[in-house]
């Protein structure tokens, strides 16, 4: 287990890159990764996800930065030697060994004592809830049972930095999913392992990672715990890909403490400087606007309402732009609820997509820093 | 759900059914019909399984079925090693992964007398090149040559067992090539990637990973190189007729040599049924033994 460093990481397809764009991890890529965390890279596909876990499993050698376990660089070392594990998109077992077998089959290459093998297989066996399976084909096996061989197999070997995962519970049936994810989390949390987890699908990153790295084209733009993701997004996209439905972002005019929506004055929580961007936004998650039949507050047109069950999502259209609002499931809509209110604390200011201090909470900032 | 019975589509399936009888199964019928009668002077009579009896007791024959079977192990020997090998070391993708497969493909392309009409000039001691060139290097090692040539397939059983395999090893093992290089391209790299991961050697990825995967097309190619190579006719008959002797007179070349050479009906009707069953049979046996395990 090892605390992994990325180094100003960056990395390009085409030898010679030039601009920006020619980076298909753009150079911004510059964090330490606690040792035992898990991590979940979460992102839309083509957005550097699998070349980042790439160039952690070394598969791909960065075009510049360093990546180093622990103190140790391993930017240029392959991936043998770099003691990493790695669970696939769909099941990687070997079809004609038993269980016992494929997860010995490290330890053995490593020329372990057979003693040993037996023993440590028999706890990870344990450990996966493989062991009244371990004399049996794997080619047989259901997807999830091997999906945990091959974690099994990464676990096997005590001396492993990090556990990488690459989409693991794609090809697994949905109601396996929900109780392979639990297990995997239990096996976190007991057994702490650095743990990096490669997925598009936000519920199970934030219900498995500690830490979320969002990525957008090449870029992190947010690395924060699931609270940090919801409750500030640092970016107009993470407020968007995280929460069902995302935060709603609209168009604005940011004037001391008001935010100006076509002509309707908004009460924000802090005062912001003038921002000084092309496109000025305001983003409020649907979780903290309210939909009242009063006088004040932004004049809507209620669209439809969507009864999932916990609650209502009411969608909303003002002047050509939907806003989503989360209304208790008991609550009656009628057409007399055309005004929505916002939190006011909940509402952030993004200036070209990324969030705006306030001119107090920077001030704050500054002096702690 | 209910279907009005409509018995006029019937009439759909008779062309079909006129193809397959004209084709397949009126000459099988044939065959079985002289396999169980003799013929004495345009009479026909019902003898059972005499003729069965005789063919299978007939030294003749049990001499050519071993001829045989050592062909066709000794190449399926060859082949199936040598096509995986070769297709292990061919290039994954790319330009020249393109020019592999062509040039793989063009043997398969030759007809097979040409194939032994090619080998057969290649081979021979005077002027074919190869010919020459085994003669040369025999006698830069000792051999007399006033003793006649070293390598002479006309007139040694080795030489000329030893230019039959050779003309069914360049001719075939393209096949095998193919076939193994097709299941080695279904191996997703992640398997590749695993077994960098847990330390595999370049032995464990084949013995564990490629074989496995080429489980399939590997079994195709060995019945496909089984059943052809245990009918082979036509490059013993190109290159010396079933000679020198009765060496490279395979069960085909036998059988040509009953039914036309002697007008043997009966016997070679039998013979042309055993020889039929004992392909089937074969491949049966074989397929169902490797796809065993398959269904657990």
Redesign the interface.
């Known amino acids: 287990m090892a605390k992994i460093t990325l180094s100003n990481l960056a990395h390009s397809y085409s030898d010679i890159p030039v601009t920006r764009d020619d980076f298909q991890l753009k150079p911004t890529i510059d964090h330490v990764w606690n040792d035992g965390e898990a991590y979940a890279l979460l992102g839309p596909s083509g957005c550097g996800k699998t070349t980042l876990l790439n160039i952690i499993?070394g598969?791909l050698v960065p075009s510049q930065g360093r990546i180093l376990f622990d103190e140790t660089d391993i930017t240029e070392l392959?991936?043998?030697a770099r003691n990493?594990?790695?669970v696939?998109?769909?099941p990687?077992v070997?079809?004609?060994?038993t269980v016992f077998e494929n997860l010995a089959?490290?330890l053995r290459?490593?020329g372990a004592s057979a003693d040993y093998v037996t023993r440590r297989v028999k706890t990870i066996a344990e450990m996966i809830g493989l062991s009244d399976s371990l004399d049996s084909?794997a080619?047989?096996l259901t997807a999830d049972a091997k999906q945990k061989i091959?974690l099994g197999?990464?676990m096997v070997r005590e001396d492993v930095a990090a556990i990488l995962f690459d989409e693991p519970l794609t090809v697994i049936d949905p109601h396996m999913k929900w109780e392979l994810r639990t297990e995997l989390k239990a096996l976190h949390r007991e057994f702490e392992h650095t743990m990096i987890y490669v997925t598009h699908d936000q519920t199970e990153a934030l219900t498995f990672a500690d830490k979320v790295v969002v990525m957008l084209d090449g870029e992190v733009v947010q690395l924060g715990t699931p609270v940090e993701l919801f409750n500030r997004p640092e970016h107009t996209f993470v407020g968007f890909f995280i929460g069902s439905p995302g935060m709603n972002v609209l168009e604005a005019k940011v004037e001391g403490d008001t935010a100006l929506l076509g002509g309707c004055a908004i009460p924000l929580h802090h005062g912001y400087k003038q921002p000084d961007a092309s496109r000025v936004e305001i983003g409020v998650r649907p979780e903290f606007v309210t939909l009242t039949d009063g006088e004040d507050g932004l004049p809507v047109k209620v669209e439809r309402v969507e009864d999932i069950g916990r609650h209502k999502i009411v969608r909303t259209d003002f002047n050509g732009s939907e806003i989503n609002v989360i209304v208790p499931e008991d609550a009656s809509i009628s057409d007399r609820h055309n005004r929505l209110k916002f939190d006011p604390a909940a509402i952030h200011v993004y200036a070209d997509g990324w969030i705006v201090d306030g001119e107090d909470q920077a001030r704050q900032k500054g002096a702690s820093s | 759900m209910n279907k009005t019975l409509n018995h006029r589509a019937w009439w759909m399936v008779l062309p079909v059914l006129i193809l397959v009888a004209m084709n397949a199964v009126i000459p099988l019928m044939t065959v079985v019909n002289f396999s169980v009668q003799e013929e004495f002077y345009g009479e026909f009579s019902f003898i059972g399984m005499q003729w069965f009896a005789d063919t299978l007791t007939n030294e003749r024959f049990q001499n050519a079925l071993i001829r045989q079977l050592a062909f066709t192990f000794t190449i399926l020997l060859i082949e199936i090693p040598l096509g995986v090998f070769i297709a292990l070391k061919m290039p994954r993708s790319g330009r020249w992964a393109s020019v592999c497969l062509v040039l793989m493909a063009l043997p398969l392309l030759i007809p097979w007398n040409v194939v032994g009409a090619m080998w057969n000039i290649y081979a021979l001691p005077d002027i074919g090149f190869m010919g020459y060139m085994i003669n040369a290097g025999a006698g830069f090692f000792g051999h007399d040559p006033a003793n006649g040539p070293w390598f002479d397939y006309t007139q040694e059983p080795v030489a000329a067992w030893f230019t039959v395999i050779l003309m069914d090893v360049w001719h075939w093992t393209s096949l095998v090539v193919l076939l193994a290089y097709a299941g080695l391209q279904s191996i997703d790299n992640a398997y590749y990637q695993a077994a960098r991961i847990d330390g595999a050697s370049r032995w464990s990825v084949f013995r564990y990973i490629q074989l496995p995967k080429m489980k399939h097309t590997l079994t195709i190619a060995v019945l496909l190189r089984f059943m052809d190579s245990f009918m082979i006719y036509t490059e013993p008959s190109v290159l010396t007729g079933g000679g020198p002797g009765n060496s490279t007179t395979f069960l085909s070349i036998d059988l040509v040599k009953i039914a036309l050479g002697q007008q043997d009906l009966g016997n070679a009707a039998a013979m042309s049924i055993i020889y039929f069953l004992m392909i089937l049979l074969v491949s049966w046996l074989f397929y169902t033994l490797t796809m065993q395990g398959e269904k657990k």
Not at chain 1, 94 to 97: A, G, S
């Open positions: 499993s598969l392959p991936t043998a990493v594990a790695q696939f998109q769909f990687v070997y079809d004609t060994m089959f490290p290459n490593r084909r080619h047989g091959s197999r990464g």
